[in-house]
Nanobody, 116 residues
């Protein structure tokens, strides 16, 4: 069973930065791709950033130039560096991994709150 555990969520002022971490229980090569999603109250879960097994990245337009996705295979950890945070970034952030058979795995989520 794959386990994904997020950490790093917090309350931060607008303009500030946070780094989220997602530790996973399998080697990096076990996944077709990995990514970060978020869900704000009353809204659907949306993709924020993804990283393929080859290292290619993709970002939602709303976070381009502000967020950076990365991973450390030696630590089985994926990161989301979030800069210039805005109140509209407030949401529960989820770690996602897609296996080679297209099975989706999710973490439990971590709350990010940006105050104005």
């Amino acid at each position: 069973q794959v386990q994904l555990v997020e950490s790093g969520g917090a309350l931060v002022q607008a303009g500030g930065s946070l780094r989220l971490s997602c530790t996973y229980s399998r080697i990096t090569g076990s996944f077709r791709s990995m990514g970060w999603y978020r869900q704000a109250p009353g809204k659907q879960r949306e993709m924020i950033a993804t990283i393929s097994t080859g290292g290619s990245t993709n970002y939602a337009d709303s976070v381009k130039e502000r967020f950076i996705i990365s991973r450390d295979g030696a630590k089985n950890t994926m990161y989301l560096q979030m800069n210039s945070l805005k109140p509209e970034d407030t949401a529960v952030y989820y770690c996602n991994a897609i296996g080679w058979s297209y099975t989706n795995y999710w973490g439990q989520g971590t709350q990010v709150t940006v105050s104005s």
